[in-house]
């Protein structure tokens, strides 16, 4: 069964870094998301993508986030300049259209020290 | 305000009895909602989607219910096992077809042997 893959599964950084998260989402899907989770809590919407535009952000999406498909395959999550409060789980998910399932990937631990 | 509430944290049930789980939203008119199942330290799980013309949708031991008039979905586990313990979440999507999911906080369900 194809699936969502997500590299790397953990990432630890200095506060102040960039850092980059890598996703492969299912290749005929055409939606792709970013979604957050701090350890203990629930799973927050970052922002949606589709036809290689951003459709919706949300208010977590700010200045600091950007999202880029570069290649026809990986979808990426650039955090600029990490704060102590980016920690937390980031799931990349994909979804083929209007009305059928997400598929989440495994998921990035990202620590910011 | 927007709310999605989920009925408890925690449910404690008893291996083969019936798990109930609730799902409540407010100032949502969701085209569509989504039940998942995550286990600790993974990505959430598609298990069934409900559209807002059905009452409701059943699959093996699953059903789920959605009466978009309480503004509630009721999600049933029958014969309980222990492999059914983890956190269920509910999901909307905004009408928006696809573009932002809004996850509620989840319940943690322990069915005990």
């Known amino acids: 069964e194809p699936e969502v893959t997500q590299t790397p599964s953990h990432q630890v950084t200095q506060m102040g870094q960039e850092v980059i998260l890598r996703c492969v989402p299912i290749s005929n899907h055409l939606y792709f998301y970013w979604y957050r989770q701090i350890l203990g809590q629930k799973v927050e919407f970052l922002v949606s993508?589709?036809?290689?535009?951003?459709?919706?952000k949300s208010e977590i999406f700010d200045d600091q986030f950007s999202v880029e498909r570069p290649d026809g395959s990986n979808f990426t999550l650039k955090i600029r300049s990490t704060k102590l409060e980016d920690s937390a789980m980031y799931f990349c998910a994909s979804f083929r259209g209007a009305q059928e399932t997400q598929y989440f990937g495994p998921g990035t631990r990202l620590l910011v020290l | 305000s927007q709310k999605i509430e989920q009925n408890s944290e925690a449910l404690n049930i008893q291996e083969g009895k019936t798990a109930t789980l609730t799902c409540n939203y407010t100032?949502?008119?969701?085209?569509?909602l989504q039940w998942y199942r995550q286990d600790p330290g993974r990505g959430p799980v598609f298990l069934l989607l409900i559209r807002e013309n059905e009452k409701e949708k059943r699959k093996e031991r699953l059903k789920v219910t959605f009466d978009t008039t309480l503004k509630q979905s009721l999600f049933h586990i029958t014969a309980s096992q222990p492999a059914d313990s983890a956190t269920y979440l509910c999901a909307l999507d905004l009408g928006n077809y696809g573009q932002n999911f809004v996850f509620g906080p989840g319940t943690r369900l322990s069915v005990l042997p």
């Open positions: 993508f589709y036809n290689n535009e951003i459709s919706e």
């Open positions: 100032n949502y008119s969701p085209a569509y």
